[in-house]
């Protein structure tokens, strides 16, 4: 599978829905990871380097042509529950909406990139 995106969190959105349709089935999030859900993707973003998932994080890796400052920096797509069990995401420094149980406590220990190259619906508020 090749996955091009010129926007990191977008060339992320077959992961998030691997680790919907994990969590679906019933796998808790902390045992999801990029070898349980067979991800073998190659990331053809000119900005992305790497895409990983760990205890269902989504962690991106900016390398390749994102600016030299971003080079090696991540974003964490942080899965939450909603009371019916259905999956939502936080992006990195960006609340956990209230009613949601995330995947990992303090999830902004897990995203690197300085807030103001974030897009805006991963800053914090």
Known sequence: ???RSA?????AAA??????????AGTSFGDIDSASLNLTAQVTSRFV????VAGGLVVITYGGAADRKLNGQQVALVPGL??????????GLAAVPDG??????????????????????????
Do not use: F
């Open 1 to 3: 599978m090749t996955i």
């Open 82 to 91: 909603l009371p019916g069990g259905d999956v939502v995401w936080t992006c």
């Open 49 to 52: 380097e790497k895409i990983e």
């Open 7 to 11: 926007r990191p969190t977008m060339a």
């Open 15 to 24: 992961y998030r829905a691997a680790v919907a349709e994990a969590t679906a």
């Open 100 to 125: 949601v149980t995330a995947a990992v406590r303090a999830h902004r220990q897990y995203t690197n990139v300085p807030e103001k190259y974030l897009p805006s619906a991963c800053r914090g508020k």
